[in-house]
């Protein structure tokens, strides 16, 4: 694996923390879900920086990903964090550990997918190795749609069932840009649970009502799709 994420800055104050396709580095020689899952295709983690506060879109891959995104957003000047999780697969939330001190928001079905898969996770049961441990669970829940400010910027959580039941996606209103977490991959969506595609397409549709200026997906090409992705009508 890299020494570190390359830094991103697709839109001002938003931070893009891109991982993985990087020819003959691996994680780890033997199997396991970080390259398999993540790392050949490549990930990104974002963050909305606005004065002293951080808004921190999933941990990542491991500890050494989310501390590495902590030290740089305290580089720039933050001081107080919230998380906020865009869905329960481990490759999002490997480095909740390193945000224990911190606010930690999902969808209330996220929650659940982690309490239950909980003992699994810790143990590296669940997909394999590496183990997630300790696995930090979300402090605070949402239904349907809430909103939190970080620093001046109002930012919308809107929970949606496409990739899979418990996603998450941030609008930023004032600037129309909404950042995808895994409902959008290489500008399409990857489709995880394909007994529940009707809830993703009508999902997909309700959020291309929100904007058709730009999105976010946090898997790309160079880095599993361009940080920015805009979109046509």
Request: some cysteine; charged content about 25%.
């Amino acid at each position: 694996m890299a020494d570190h994420p390359r830094v991103l800055e697709p839109a001002p104050g938003v931070l893009a923390f891109y991982e993985g396709r990087v020819e003959g580095q691996r994680f780890d020689p033997k199997p396991n879900w970080v390259d398999e899952g993540a790392l050949e295709l490549g990930i990104a983690g974002y963050a909305i920086l606005d004065g002293d506060e951080a808004l921190v879109y999933d941990t990542g891959v491991s500890v050494d990903y989310a501390r590495f995104v902590r030290a740089e957003l305290s580089r720039r000047g933050a001081s107080r964090f919230t998380v906020v999780l865009s869905h329960w697969h481990l490759d999002h939330v490997a480095g909740t550990e390193v945000f224990a001190d911190s606010p930690i928001i999902s969808s209330a079905r996220t929650a659940e997918h982690l309490r239950a898969k909980q003992a699994a996770i810790e143990a590296g049961e669940l997909e394999g190795p590496p183990a997630i441990s300790p696995l930090i669970l979300p402090t605070r829940t949402f239904v349907g749609r809430e909103s939190l400010r970080v620093g001046g910027t109002t930012i919308e959580l809107i929970a949606a069932n496409i990739h899979s039941d418990d996603a998450t996606v941030l609008w930023l209103p004032a600037r129309r840009l909404l950042l995808c977490g895994d409902t959008m991959e290489d500008t399409v969506t990857y489709v995880d649970e394909p007994d529940q595609f009707d809830a993703h397409l009508r999902d997909l549709e309700r959020l291309a009502e929100l904007s058709r200026t730009a999105s976010s997906p946090p898997t790309a090409t160079p880095t599993r799709s361009p940080p920015v992705a805009t979109r046509r009508a």
